[in-house]
């Protein structure tokens, strides 16, 4: 039974009483007529009511008053149709029930009626019928009365009907707070709910579960009861769950702690059980299985989330469910340790109102972490479940906690600030920076997780935690380059895609704000973060390189993520200073990490190439004025989607075909594999069909802007790019987004950022301290630096900001304008020389280019004889400072800037370059001296540029080719190579510049024999395996290029400086300086493969391409002999490819050339001197050229295999050209038989058939000569020539049998005699020849 209520809290309060008899023994009737209308019983009632309410609270008994109380109680009040009626009938009532405290003059019956009366009035409150103003100030008066009395505790003395009442009461105030929009209601229906439960001594289970169902009414409404969000404030739903907030928060600590917890308790493990068995057959059992399990689920979603609504109210409300919950966390059914894991991290990481909103939680009680230890050991061991979704839900509460502790953090960060010493923390900040800590590991274990959606989540976790905060950021900055910056090289397409977006938003929000340049407070502040983001870029580079190259796709998005969130392009109101510091930032980055720097200029590259493609075609197009291409024209078997219309102009038109093939090449869509490049050629040509005007104008002004017409500005690029991206909806071209967005270069730069960008290198280079580190040094290079176990090279001293200015005038030369070539030239004879220099040597190149193409541009305000004058200077300064490191790459910079001058000012200065070097080889001279180094390499680097015009069509005049082909120059060279007892005393570094320097210009020479000679002679004077290497580097650079002729003396030589270098190397053990020249060699290797000048001769570029990289093979590291390998793979590849396309005998040629290249290689002839041996070395060389054959085409293998082993057999016919008595090469030939048979054990039965199929064959002339018996035996005439002498290919014919049988190889020192024209081999004599 319900406990007695005490005294009344309030005056005027009711004190309820039992009994069943009549208000002090008096009982009356109601006399007088009945009233008959609404307007006289509510005019009757509120005369009462005043008579009522005037007269005091008292005890004595006043018989008229309880007359009227009475009267008011009848059916004909209390049950009246009229609202207003009942409204003020239960006011008269509530003011009997005032004055009589505490014996009211009514009868059980009428109590009864009266509070049923009350309920009803409460519930009006909620009614949804329309009431007036008046009725509803009446109603809330009433209320505030009926609480301040506290009459509703009358209901207990109501005998077999409290529970009823109650039930309506509680029913009533939810409706009314439901109801209640403006709020005003809430803390009266609160206080009446509170003081009648109050009176319960255990309260009901069926109010419990009220009271809970509606406190979680709000989640349940949004979904997922677990992972819902907060509900939006405001609706009927929140306003009824804030009511049972107050009114539980009241209760907490009264009758309500105990049964509430024994009910959680209760149903936590008491909800519907499943019927029937999953596995059983029938289906309506299954229905049955499946509709419980489903029933099983809600209830348990339900009860989780009302623990933590409770929890949230006061954890007292929920103290007896925290053992529950710690063992239920290690339940055997996944589901529920999915739900438990979810409600504990919520639970962990509540945080009360009053730490959210205090400036410090230290004087909190503790935390749940703190109170319940194993709770968050529990739930952090769920991190590695073995469930998945359980995984995930560890995770949610991971972050949860983290932005938990981000939070508290930054409150306590409110008053001690960050640059405070740890030791001083509070202990609410070491314990949120511990259980961070702990958390933050496990984030990391799990970002290698199996599953695609934990790491999905591992990715979002980190993001949302990063985002919230610069705490959040400080928090998880060691593990984001792991997390974000690792998961970009995911297998899934989908992690790499919330990786690359997560990290470039990332830099925007906490690093590109100061980059942009904000107020100096904000910029000072920023400086760590931008430190600490600047892998962002980084990462993103690297992505692109490894996803444009392995066409992966993904390359249009991580280029508009670059554009949007690194370089700001969609931020409105984007300053030249702002989009410059940007840019640079950006360059600056990639420096120190080689895969980053490769990634930014390939990106730059394929930029630029799109660029000059959409620039022809919109040339084209918009002179005509008209598409084109023809459209709707069926296409031919074999030709291309591509088709021209009818116009006059054919050379332009196959202009705008190649310009738009180009464009198709260079285009995102070409690097990913999935996608066929004749869809895009389709929406090329809807793009050429293109008629409107403003598109057209539009585009070309993004496109076609120059440095003299500057129109358009850094601010208009939003407002630009929005206008396109709906005109290209508009035309239905969406498609074509990243493929015009990759030809824009105004989203990288501009001209009005360079002036930007050189004031920002003036101020690093007056910063001396910043210096060392900008340029991408690594950290050891800069310790031996400081030290002073290194020169301080030009290069190393150079500030950041030069770097980042030479990559870009490399790719973006047309942004520079004619006034910052000049500032450029100024600069040559201030600090930054080196910068200054490097950047006009890019703008050289580029006018030479254009130059080449008949475009005249070139700067008319330069005097040729001043600037001449400068280049030497600042050449002989950065000679002495760079001790003999990079003279070489210096003097050709130099040389390339004197294309900025109009011609034939260039030729000009070539020949005031040249006389210089005159003066000093005859100052030297007299002092019996050799030429200074800096003089060599200024004349091999004028020869080159003259004799190859690389400054240019035109801009070196007859006079100046003639003064470089002088005989001079060779006897300078001669001059420049001192004595081998000379180079043996002087130091490694300075023999290798001289012996360098003389190499270089007899090169440019174009004298093969003396370089040949030279590196003969060098063999002996560099004993450090470095030197070796660094030479053959050096030599490579001319002969890619073209210059000199590739003779067999000077590859022999070059080989042989190779072969040597890598055995010093492997006896040495690897030195540092060996593995690093090793790296420049496969540098110069991998070279080869950048395509072809027009002069070049295609048959010595491929035979150095054949034959030098397999010397990779004798390599002491793996890395270098993978690396060889690959890039045979690859030449090997293109040979093939182009053997194809012009039905050129490359394929034949390679082989040869490399039979040839092993017969003559060192380590082969000392193999050959052996009396027995098995050709180690020598086969090693040849394995990797077999490989290198055999993988061109892995469908083809058979047959390539083949033609390696015709021109192995074909070499029995031929002796080598330069040593006639010599059987190296049937011995070489036999060498790479064996491999080839070897890797080729699918030839069997067939290879002899595919070996006999008769053809006339031919070799190289230059390398090798018809074997004289044969001449003189052959009876048919020599086949002409099957190869242009343009490419290379001088054919030596040989006449071939019929049925040309494979030939032993020979054994010891002797070779098999070739058979003659018409000779049949038998059967019986191959095998024996086996035998043997």
Not at 1319 to 1331: D, F
């Amino acid at each position: 039974p319900p406990r007695r209520s005490s005294a009344a809290s309030a005056p005027g309060g009711v004190r309820p009483r039992g009994g069943s008899g009549a208000a002090g023994g008096r009982r009356s009737s109601v006399s007088g007529k009945p009233l008959q209308s609404a307007e006289e019983a509510l005019a009757h009632l509120k005369s009462v009511f005043e008579e009522l309410e005037s007269l005091p609270q008292t005890s004595d008994g006043n018989e008229e008053a309880a007359q009227k109380v009475q009267e008011a109680c009848h059916d004909q009040y209390v049950k009246h149709t009229d609202a207003d009626v009942r409204l003020w009938t239960a006011k008269v009532l509530l003011q009997g029930l005032r004055i009589f405290v505490p014996e009211p003059p009514l009868n059980q019956r009428q109590r009864k009626m009266a509070l049923e009366l009350f309920v009803d009035q409460v519930a009006q409150l909620g009614s949804s019928a329309p009431r007036s103003d008046e009725f509803r100030s009446q109603a809330i008066s009433f209320l505030e009365c009926f609480v301040t009395l506290r009459a509703a505790v009358l209901i207990f003395e109501c005998r077999n009907e409290e529970k009823r009442l109650i039930a309506a009461l509680l029913s009533s105030c939810l409706a009314a707070a439901r109801a209640d929009k403006e709020g005003s209601l809430e803390g009266l229906l609160a206080k009446l709910l509170a003081d009648v439960l109050d009176e319960f001594d255990t309260m009901p289970q069926d109010v419990i579960k009220t009271l809970l169902w509606e406190l979680t009414a709000p989640r349940r409404q949004r979904g997922t009861l677990s992972n819902a969000p907060q509900p939006a404030a405001g609706t009927p739903a929140q306003r009824v769950s804030e009511l049972v907030r107050r009114v539980l928060s009241s209760l907490a600590h009264r009758n309500a702690v105990l049964p509430i917890n024994e009910y959680l308790v209760s149903t936590l493990f008491c909800g519907p059980q499943a019927a029937g068995k999953a596995s059983s057959t029938d289906r309506h059992e299954k229905e049955e299985a499946a509709e419980t399990a489903l029933a099983t689920k809600l209830h348990l979603e339900t009860n989780l989330n009302a623990i933590y609504e409770l929890y949230t109210i006061d954890a007292a409300l929920v103290s007896r469910v925290f053992p529950n919950l710690h063992e239920d966390l290690t339940s055997k059914d996944p589901l529920r340790r999915k739900l438990i894991t979810q409600l504990v991290g919520r639970m962990l990481a509540y945080l009360p109102p009053s730490i959210r909103q205090s400036s410090s939680s230290s004087g909190s009680n503790g935390f749940l972490f703190q109170r319940y230890p194993l709770l968050l050991d529990r739930l952090i061991e769920r991190v590695v479940d073995a469930d998945e979704g359980v995984r995930e839900a560890s995770l949610e509460a991971a972050k949860q906690m983290l932005l938990a502790a981000v939070t508290t953090l930054n409150q306590e960060d409110r008053v001690r600030p960050l640059g405070r010493d740890s030791l001083a923390a509070s202990p609410t900040t070491e314990a949120w920076l511990t259980v961070s800590q702990r958390l933050t590991e496990r984030l990391g274990e799990r970002v290698l997780d199996p599953s695609e959606v934990i790491r999905l989540k591992v990715i979002a976790v980190a993001f949302e935690v990063a985002m919230s905060a610069h705490r959040g950021l400080r928090l998880l900055a060691p593990l984001l380059p792991q997390i974000l910056g690792r998961r970009i090289m995911d297998k899934k397409s989908d992690v790499r895609t919330a990786s690359a977006e997560a990290m470039a938003k990332l830099y925007e929000q906490y690093a590109l704000p100061t980059v942009l340049g904000s107020d100096e407070e904000e910029h000072q502040s920023g400086d760590a973060e931008l430190a600490g983001l600047s892998w962002v870029a980084r990462a993103l580079l690297e992505a692109f390189l490894l996803f444009a190259q392995g066409k992966l796709g993904h390359t249009a998005f991580l280029e508009e993520l670059i554009e949007k969130h690194i370089l700001g392009c969609a931020h409105s109101g984007l300053t030249p200073s702002g989009h410059g510091r940007a840019l640079q930032a950006l360059c600056e980055s990639c420096l120190s990490d080689d895969q980053a720097r490769q990634g930014l200029e390939l990106l730059l590259f394929r930029k630029r190439a799109s660029h000059e493609a959409l620039s022809r075609f919109l040339r084209l197009r918009i002179d005509r004025g008209a598409p084109v291409l023809a459209i709707n024209r069926p296409r031919e078997a074999g030709q291309s989607s591509l088709q021209l219309a009818p116009i006059v102009d054919e050379e332009d038109d196959s202009m705008a075909v190649t310009s738009l093939q180009e464009l198709a090449k260079w285009s995102p869509s070409s690097e990913d594999r999935e996608l066929t490049p004749e869809l895009l050629l389709v929406h090329l040509r809807s793009l050429d069909a293109c008629r409107d005007r403003s598109f057209w104008i539009l585009l070309a002004r993004l496109v076609l802007s120059s440095p003299t017409s500057e129109e358009l500005k850094p601010d208009q690029l939003p407002g630009f790019l929005g206008e396109l991206a709906r005109m290209l909806r508009a035309q239905k071209l969406q498609e074509l987004a990243p493929t015009l967005r990759r030809s824009f270069l105004c989203t990288w730069l501009l001209p009005a950022h360079i002036a930007g960008m050189l004031q920002r290198w003036q101020e690093d280079l007056q910063n001396p301290e910043q210096g060392p580190q900008s340029e991408g040094v690594s950290p050891q290079k800069r310790r031996r630096i400081s030290r002073g176990d290194e020169p301080a090279t030009a290069s190393a001293t150079a500030p950041r900001s030069g770097r980042s200015l030479e990559i870009l005038a490399k790719y973006f030369p047309g942004s520079f304008s004619t006034a910052h070539v000049l500032a450029l030239k100024e600069a040559l004879a201030r600090e930054g020389c080196f910068t200054a220099l490097k950047v006009l040597s890019q703008l050289g190149k580029h006018t030479a280019r254009l130059r080449c193409q008949a475009v005249a541009l070139a700067v008319q305000q330069i005097d040729t004889e001043e600037f001449v004058e400068q280049l030497l200077n600042t050449l002989l300064k950065l000679a002495s400072l760079d001790n003999f490191s990079s003279i070489s790459a210096l003097c050709r910079s130099a040389v390339s800037s004197l294309a900025l001058l109009s011609s034939p000012e260039p030729g000009a200065a070539v020949d005031q370059m040249l006389d210089w070097v005159e003066e000093q080889g005859e100052k030297a001279q007299e002092l019996r001296r050799g030429p200074p180094l800096l003089a060599l390499e200024v004349a091999s680097a004028c020869l080159e540029a003259v004799l190859s015009d690389r400054l240019g069509r035109g801009a070196c005049p007859e006079a100046t080719v003639y003064h470089a082909r002088e005989r001079k120059w060779v006897e300078l060279a001669a001059a420049a190579h001192p004595p081998e007892a000379t180079l043996q005393s002087l130091p490694p570094k300075e023999a290798l510049a001289q012996l360098s320097a003389a190499l270089s210009l007899t090169l440019a020479c174009g004298d093969s024999e003396g370089a040949a000679s030279l590196l003969a002679s060098a063999r002996a004077a560099l004993g450090l395996p470095a030197a070796l290497l660094e030479l053959a580097t050096s030599t490579l650079k001319p002969l890619r290029r073209g210059g000199p002729e590739l003779t067999n003396s000077l590859l022999t030589a070059l080989a042989t400086l190779v072969s040597r270098g890598f055995s010093a190397a492997e006896t040495s053990g690897n030195s540092e300086e060996s593995v690093a020249a090793a790296d420049r060699l496969l540098k110069g290797f991998l070279k080869l493969q950048k395509p072809v000048q027009t002069m070049e001769r295609i048959g010595d570029r491929l035979r150095l391409s054949v034959t030098l990289p397999c010397l990779l093979a004798l390599a002491p590291l793996k890395r270098h002999r993978e690396s060889g390998e690959k890039l045979l793979h690859a030449t090997m590849q293109k040979a093939l490819r182009d053997a194809a396309v012009s039905e050129e005998p490359y394929l034949d040629y390679a082989v040869a050339c490399f039979i040839h290249f092993l017969s003559r290689l060192e380590p082969f002839k000392e193999e050959c001197s052996q009396a027995l041996t098995k050709y180690p070395l020598s086969s090693k060389v040849a394995e990797v050229f077999c490989e290198g054959l055999l993988k061109a085409d892995s469908m083809k293998s058979v047959e390539l295999a083949v033609v390696a082993l015709r021109v192995c057999d074909r070499v029995r016919y031929f002796q080598d050209k330069d040593t006639l008595d010599s059987e190296a090469i049937h011995k070489a030939s036999s060498v790479l038989r064996h491999i080839v048979e070897k890797h080729s054990p699918g030839l069997g039965q067939h290879g002899s058939a595919l070996l006999q199929l008769p053809q006339r064959a031919s070799m190289p002339a230059a390398l090798f000569s018809l074997r004289e018996d044969l001449v003189h035996q052959q009876a048919v005439p020599l086949p002409a020539p099957t190869s242009r002498a343009s490419s290379g290919f001088r054919a030596a014919a040989a006449p071939i049998a019929d049925q040309v049988t494979s030939v032993a190889r020979p054994m010891g020192s002797s070779a098999r005699s070739p058979p003659v024209a018409g000779q049949q081999s038998s059967a019986s004599a191959r095998g024996k020849a086996r035998r043997a």
